[in-house]
């Protein structure tokens, strides 16, 4: 486990993870290669390696009585199942307050439906279907990578990009699998978060199924694409939420939050795990 030294009794040091919502996957329901899978969350933290091939970021320094705001995005819809459709970005995760430089993970970008369409830039970058000659979308420096292009037939769909590794490309009818996340140990236990969300298969099947499989909540893991068919509806996957969690010795937590974060404790460590937005009070 980390150890925290120096500061004075106002200084309370603090590690930190921060993922955002990722992007929903896209949908198609037309005779054409799948759908592209929707990118990870913005992957930030103190803790151990960011996305995007980034190091760790440094420790934060709290202050005793400040306040502390937490906000946890949401994940992106999923493409509808109406048409050749993008899915949506998710929304960026944050946490400031006092004293600190306000920490923003990107949204995850959405994985491409239509024919003409790109996929989403983000935190990680969404995927792009494979029928025409389109661009993924492009990852943040230090937070995730790009999405998966694509081949230029009736292929899968592309995966969208994971804050550990670009999505990958389709080959074959089956979709891609979406960029590899990232492991963590901030809650003590090593957990890996941000996946880019895999691609449609070409026909008939989604990301994970007929429909895009959706990212777990707090995740911050991509919607899978749909696939394609020409009877029925084929909706893409929604993005999985992000989370918020900070690591403060157990010594110097004041016990003081608001939106229900769960505390538990790791070694010396108190251990705050936002899955929705709040406060805390150090």
């Known amino acids: 486990m980390t150890m925290f030294v120096g500061g004075g009794d106002n200084a309370i040091q603090a590690n930190y993870l921060v993922i955002a919502g990722a992007g929903g996957g896209g949908s198609r329901n037309g005779n054409a290669g799948g759908a592209g899978g929707g990118g990870a969350g913005g992957f930030r933290t103190s803790a151990g390696a960011s996305g995007g091939g980034g190091s760790a970021e440094t420790i934060l320094t709290l202050t005793a009585g400040s306040v502390y705001t937490v906000t946890v995005g949401a994940g992106g819809a999923g493409g509808a199942g109406n048409g050749e459709n993008n899915g949506t970005a998710g929304s960026n995760s944050s946490l400031s307050g006092t004293g600190i430089t306000t920490v923003t993970?990107?949204?995850g970008g959405y994985g491409a439906g239509g024919n003409s369409s790109s996929g989403g830039s983000g935190g990680s970058g969404g995927g792009v279907q494979s029928?025409?000659?389109?661009?993924?979308?492009?990852?943040t420096a230090n937070q995730g990578y790009a999405g998966a292009g694509n081949t230029f037939g009736f292929n899968g769909g592309g995966g969208g990009g994971?804050?550990?590794?670009?999505?990958?490309?389709?080959?074959s009818n089956t979709g891609a699998a979406g960029g590899s996340g990232v492991a963590s140990s901030?809650?003590?236990?090593?957990?890996?978060?941000?996946?880019?969300?895999?691609?449609?298969?070409?026909?008939?099947?989604?990301?994970?199924?007929?429909?895009?499989a959706a990212g777990a909540a707090n995740s911050g893991t991509g919607g899978g694409g749909s696939?394609?068919?020409?009877?029925?509806?084929?909706?893409?996957?929604a993005g999985g939420s992000g989370v918020v969690i900070l690591s403060i010795p157990t010594s110097k937590y004041s016990g003081?939050?608001?939106?229900?974060?769960?505390?538990?404790?790791?070694?010396?460590?108190?251990?705050?795990?936002?899955?929705g937005s709040g406060t805390y009070t150090a």
């Open 162 to 171: 994971g804050a550990g590794a670009v999505g990958n490309n389709s080959t």
């Open 105 to 107: 993970s990107t949204s």
């Open 227 to 237: 696939g394609t068919g020409s009877t029925g509806n084929y909706y893409g996957g």
């Open 131 to 139: 029928y025409v000659s389109t661009t993924a979308g492009a990852g």
């Open 186 to 212: 901030i809650t003590g236990s090593s957990v890996t978060s941000a996946v880019g969300g895999a691609g449609g298969t070409y026909p008939g099947q989604g990301g994970g199924g007929t429909v895009g």
């Open 256 to 275: 003081t939050t608001t939106g229900s974060p769960t505390v538990t404790t790791s070694g010396s460590n108190t251990i705050i795990k936002f899955t």
